[in-house]
C-alpha cells in the first residue's frame, strides 16, 4: 500500500520533473551535468528516493530554476520532520500524542476529515477509543497509559461544542463495519455517531461501499482550515503545508463530498450496520 510520506515523495519529484521539462532537459542530460547517475534521476522523479538539500540546489541551479529553491527545501523539510516528530510523540505515550493537538483544533474554524477504515477521534466514544489504543500500545510497545489517553481524548473533543467551528466529514462506509472493539463497544459507537449527525455545525457523509464514486483516494486525511493536511502513516504522520498541495486535497475532499450520502441515507446505512452487528431484523 503506497503512504503518505511515499506520496509527498512522489509529489515532490513529480515537481522536480516539471523543472527538468520546463528548463528542455532529458533526464539522461541532467545527470550528465550534474555528475549523477542516470538512476538517481530517475529514483528522485518517482518518488523512489528522497533528495538531499544539496540535490535540490544543484537540480536548480542546473534548470535554471534557482528561485523554486526555498519552496522546495521546505517541502523536503516537512516531510523529514514530520516524520521523526510522530515518531517521538508516540514514544511519548498516548496521552501526549492527543494532547498535542490540542492548539491546533483550537486554532481551527473549518475541519474537513475523510477516513477509510476508523471513526475519527473526535466522534468517538471512550470504549472505542480505549480499544483502538490497546492495539497501538501493544502493536508499538508503547507505555500503558490507556486511561489518561482516553481521558485526554474526550477533553479534546470539548472542540465539537465550543468555539465558531464547523466539521465537515467523510468517512467509507467500511468504517461502520470494522469491528473495533467488542459488538457492544461497535453500537456503542455506531450510535454515537448518529448522535453527532444531530449537531448543525457537523456535517457526516458515508460513501456507499457500491456507490458511485468521483474520487478515488490512497488514504486517510485531515483538513485544518486551508493551512494545512495532516496524513497519518503506521509509523509517522506527515503535515502538508505547501498551498499547492493543500488546493489538491481540498478538490479531493469536495469530490469525496460528491460520492456521500448525508442525512437520512446516512442514518440508514448505519441502522443497517447495526442490524448486521446484532442480528437483528
Known amino acids: 500500500m503506497t503512504t503518505p510520506v511515499q506520496q509527498a515523495r512522489e509529489a515532490l519529484g513529480d515537481r522536480l520533473r516539471e523543472i527538468r521539462t520546463d528548463a528542455r532537459l532529458y533526464a539522461r542530460a541532467l545527470a550528465a551535468a550534474l555528475s549523477w547517475p542516470f538512476t538517481k534521476v530517475s529514483k528522485i522523479e518517482n518518488g523512489v528516493r528522497s533528495p538531499s538539500e544539496n540535490d535540490i540546489r544543484a537540480w536548480c541551479a542546473a534548470c535554471g530554476a534557482d528561485d523554486q529553491v526555498p519552496d522546495l527545501i521546505a517541502t523536503v523539510r516537512s516531510i523529514t520532520a514530520m516524520y521523526h516528530e510522530y515518531r517521538r510523540q508516540m514514544q511519548a505515550g498516548m496521552k501526549h500524542l492527543q494532547e498535542s493537538s490540542v492548539p491546533l483544533y483550537e486554532q481551527t474554524s473549518l475541519f474537513r476529515i475523510y477516513d477509510t477504515t476508523v471513526v475519527p477521534g473526535l466522534f468517538t466514544t471512550a470504549e472505542y477509543a480505549a480499544a483502538l489504543f490497546r492495539f497501538w500500545m501493544a502493536f508499538m510497545g508503547l507505555k500503558d497509559d490507556i486511561d489518561a489517553a482516553v481521558g485526554a481524548r474526550m477533553e479534546r473533543q470539548r472542540v465539537l461544542y465550543t468555539g465558531d467551528r464547523t466539521f465537515r466529514v467523510v468517512i467509507e462506509e467500511q468504517v461502520l463495519r470494522t469491528r473495533v472493539g467488542d459488538a457492544g463497544v461497535m453500537a456503542g459507537q455506531l450510535d454515537r455517531l448518529l448522535a453527532v449527525m444531530s449537531l448543525p455545525?457537523?456535517?457526516?457523509?458515508?460513501?456507499?461501499?457500491?456507490?458511485?464514486?468521483?474520487?478515488?483516494?490512497?488514504?486517510?486525511?485531515?483538513?485544518?482550515?486551508?493551512?494545512?493536511?495532516?496524513?497519518?502513516?503506521?509509523?509517522?504522520s506527515l503535515t502538508i503545508t505547501q498551498p499547492r498541495d493543500i488546493a489538491l486535497y481540498s478538490r479531493v475532499f469536495e469530490l469525496l463530498q460528491r460520492s456521500a450520502v448525508h442525512g437520512r441515507e446516512a442514518r440508514q446505512l448505519i441502522g443497517r450496520a447495526m442490524r448486521d452487528l446484532t442480528g437483528d431484523e
Open 201 to 236: 455545525r457537523a456535517s457526516i457523509g458515508i460513501i456507499p461501499a457500491a456507490g458511485e464514486r468521483h474520487s478515488l483516494t490512497q488514504g486517510s486525511f485531515w483538513m485544518f482550515d486551508d493551512t494545512r493536511v495532516r496524513v497519518e502513516t503506521v509509523s509517522a
